[in-house]
């Protein structure tokens, strides 16, 4: 580089300018200006050159440095803000204010990083081999089949004396025999093999839409890219705050609880009552071998747990008859039914060891052996998931306008949640869907497999209930579709009227205080009368019948009874 040429670069711009108007830049005839140029910028680039070292020696030696480049990104940081905002302000004022706070909730979100990691799946498995020979001691095929040649009887006659409805026949199996015929290897996943779940340690919300932190807030992306059924798959699946459920995630389980919960079972009975919602049920006619390895779990929040306690139900092994108490603190919605929906949908993630479960309400009394129903439902008819269908709505449409005339739910809720489903596809019900038999099913029994297909449907079904409203009934048909339509999979939808075979169903606590208080409040209204004794006597009043006047008669109920009856010979006078 000549000295010319650097004398050009180290030159300030308003120098520069001025000296190409003068035409120096272009005069090759004054050789005095340009050889002074050179020397004077070669002389300050030097300075320079010695003077820059030492201010980096000095802002190293201060600690200035780092300070410096802090600002920098500070100022990039506000300075993108600062664009975002100005971009949404000139978009305000085509969007009401409630459209332009979910824009801005959106924007800003998406220039936060999301730290998303995968739990890794956690897949009952089999016991060892001596253990599982203990169970199936015995080969099913030696057993005569009763249920070979059953068929259900005519409905009986109507009475309307008992109106609604009923429980009808069902053929079981003896208890020896059903565990005989439990399956020695899970069953078939169809599509999926791998499901894991997605964790998040501070949820973000990305789109204006309801759910909850406790879900993990996926997008309509996420939702319908979960749909795809590839090998493996992973998807929102609550709990989404840490990789252990019950752990510090929402849904808060004690330590001890939880190791127990992970232990293997073949079969487990689970419920759940939060805000003391009902009054817990005692399981009837199991028997020994049920009672040795089958544990039933109760699910409670708080409220329910003193309820308990101020009633002394709950002994000192924290259980209340068959039922083991499991306490859930920090539970993570306001709605106590909601809450119920997270044991009820994804017990496979509180069980991750567990083979079979079967979920009931805290409502029912379970008055038929587990094994037994599980053979009736799930093995005997090569299913992985059964429920019963609704005694009297088969379509989603009809079930919506039934909870909204209930008042179950807010009305605009459920209207958007069909608007949204009819935008998708949702039809009503007609024979064109045959085989299957209905789109709304009576949901407070849930028997199941825990296989990845089936632990993806509830997971997805309850992704629907924290996006939704928590009325599962209406999102069931819409999850059940969208999985069928990708692989070979059957929900098995029995009849209402043979659930009710083997559970009972009673009323909620607040219906039954309810009935209580009427009763005493009838008994207060009309109180029994009184005997009146004659102080002087110890023998009780005489009462006598009250003077019938001239054309009256006498009743006569046998009379009465044979007149109704239309009975031969009898007056029709009265």
Known sequence: MTGWSLGLRTVSDGSLQQLAQNGVLYSHSNSFVSRKGSKTSLSSYREKEKFLPSIFRFLVRKQVGMLILAAFALLAFLTAFWMVNKEDASRSSELDFKEWFENSTYHLSALLPRKVMVCGEHNAQLPPPHALAMIQTKDFTAFPDPCRNFAFPPPPPGDRRRIGP??????????????????????????????????????????????SA??????????????DIKESMTVHCGFVQGCRPGDRTGFDIDAAD???????????????????????????????????????????????????????????RNRVGLWRIILVRDVPYSDARRNGKVPKLLLHRLFPNVRYSIWIDGKLQLIVDPYQILERFLWRQNATFAISRHYRRFDVFEEAEANKAAGKYDNVSIDHQIDFYKKEGLTAYSEAKLPITSDVPEGCVIIKEHIPITNLFTCLWFNEVDRFTSRDQLSFSTVRDKLMAKVSWNVNMFLDCERRNFVIQAYHRDLLEQRAHMTVMRSHAHPPPALVRDSSSSKPPVRRPPKRGKGERKSNSRRHRKVGSGSKGSSTTF
């Open 166 to 211: 009923r429980p009808c026949p069902v053929c079981y199996v003896p208890v020896e025999q059903a565990i005989a015929r439990m399956p020695r290897v899970p069953s078939v996943s169809p599509g999926l093999q791998h499901l894991t779940y997605f964790h998040e340690q501070i949820p973000m919300k990305t789109e204006p839409h309801r759910g």
């Open 214 to 227: 406790f879900g993990g807030y996926p997008s309509l992306a996420e939702r319908n890219a979960s749909f």
């Open 258 to 316: 939880l190791k127990e919960m992970e232990q293997f079972h073949d079969v487990i009975v689970a419920s759940a009552i939060f805000g003391n919602y009902d009054v817990i049920q005692q399981p009837k006619n199991w028997g020994k071998t049920t009672r040795e390895k089958v544990p039933f779990y109760m699910f409670v929040d708080e409220e329910t747990e003193a309820s308990l306690k101020n009633s002394s139900l709950l002994d000192s």
